[in-house]
C-alpha cells in the first residue's frame, strides 16, 4: 500500500509541476527559464541517443560502437545535404546495416 501511496504522490506532484504554467495569470514560463526550454528537447534527445550510440549493450565494442558512430554520422551528413529527415534515417540505418552485415563475415 505504501508503494501505490507514493506512486499517487509522485503523479499528483508531477502534473501539478507541469499544469502550474497553465494555471497562474500568465501562461508563460519566467524570462530565465524561458530562455533554456528551447534547449531541453535536443538536450534529452542527446541523453537518449549518446549512451545507446557508444554503448549499445551497456559497453562499449568495436564491433558495435563504431558501426553506430559511422552511420550516425551518415545520418547527420545526409540531413545536412538533403533537410528531408525521413531520406536522412533511411540512408543511416541502411547504413548501419550494410556495415553490421560486413562486420559480421569478418568477425
Known amino acids: 500500500m505504501n508503494e501505490f501511496l507514493t ?3 509522485i503523479g499528483v506532484g508531477t502534473y501539478a509541476m507541469r499544469a502550474a504554467f497553465l494555471v497562474g495569470r500568465e501562461a508563460k514560463p519566467p524570462k ?4 533554456y526550454l528551447p534547449h531541453v528537447a535536443p ?3 542527446a541523453a537518449i541517443a549518446a549512451p545507446a550510440l ?3 549493450r551497456g559497453e562499449i565494442s568495436l564491433t558495435e560502437t563504431l558501426p553506430a558512430l559511422i552511420a550516425a554520422a551518415a545520418t547527420w551528413l545526409v540531413w ?3 533537410h528531408q529527415m525521413a531520406v536522412a534515417l533511411i540512408a543511416g540505418l541502411g547504413l ?12
Open 7 to 9: 506512486l499517487v504522490v
Open 32 to 35: 530565465v527559464l524561458e530562455r
Open 43 to 45: 538536450a534529452v534527445l
Open 54 to 56: 557508444v554503448a549499445p
Open 80 to 82: 545536412g545535404r538533403t
Open 96 to 107: 548501419w546495416w550494410l556495415l553490421l552485415f560486413g562486420l559480421s563475415f569478418v568477425s
